[in-house]
């Protein structure tokens, strides 16, 4: 195995051992009791709720996971020492970085994979449809989560994890307000507010581009290159936040 992959290899194994597989089992627990709830107050909507809320719920627990691995995964590996380890082999700060980036990625697929076949054991167990639309609602998230991904490990790459943490709550949060945010702006009368608002707009990435759920809550087919310009919009905030990050990784003293 590369050093880069033995890097992202160790980097899951890490997070295994933060026991992030409990996040799956609540994840189950919260599915299999709504399931009861829902057929209590549903009838004609009763597969839509049931698709919104797993996705729903997916979506919040996944993202709870990303701010919690990615904003303190260097400030971790810089107070238990181990950065020094790293830096003193022919391993480049960038390959490092990117391999974490990488191992987080890799720990936020399996545990998606492992939420969709609990979501889908539970249509299968209503009988209530499965569409191509669920599938990329869940792949939509996965660009997301890439995106705040990268968004924690460069706050991660230079305040410690509780900034961190916060400043990637708030692009999360921002990023699905972005769209509110613009509408606001071209309503408003003053120049200069009208101006910072659709400039913050535009410096804020707009997560609601890879969001799909409302077309998977009602079975409506994703149109495809508004699908791949969702994810190459996603791809293009991971880079050039993942391109900040490594520019100040490379240049921080680690004494």
Known sequence: MSAFGA?????????RRNRVTVVVGAFAAVVLLSSTLITEV??????RVLTDFGLGMM????????????????????ERRTIFLVV??????T????????GNMLTLAVMMGAMMLIFVSQLLMFQVSIHSTQVVAAVGLWFELLVLTSAGILFSSFTGPAVSAIAT??????????????DIANR?????????????????????????RLHATYALPVDTSTFFSGVGYGLG???????????????RDFR
């Open 95 to 102: 390959q490092f970085l990117l391999a974490r980036l990488a």
């Open 7 to 15: 890097m992202v290899w160790n980097g899951f194994r890490e997070a």
């Open 237 to 251: 905030w991971a880079a050039l936040f993942t391109a900040a990050a490594i520019f100040i990784f490379e240049r």
């Open 169 to 182: 709550t708030g692009i999360y949060f921002a990023g699905h307000l972005a769209s509110d945010l613009y």
């Open 188 to 212: 408003l009368d003053d120049g200069s507010v009208k101006t910072f608002a659709k400039a913050l707009y535009y410096l804020l990435p707009n997560l609601e581009r890879m969001n799909f």
């Open 42 to 47: 549903t009838v004609a909507t009763f597969d």
């Open 88 to 93: 003193s082999k022919p391993v480049s700060r």
């Open 59 to 78: 979506s919040l627990i996944l993202v709870f996971l990303t701010i919690f691995l990615s904003s303190g995964l260097l400030s971790r590996e810089i």
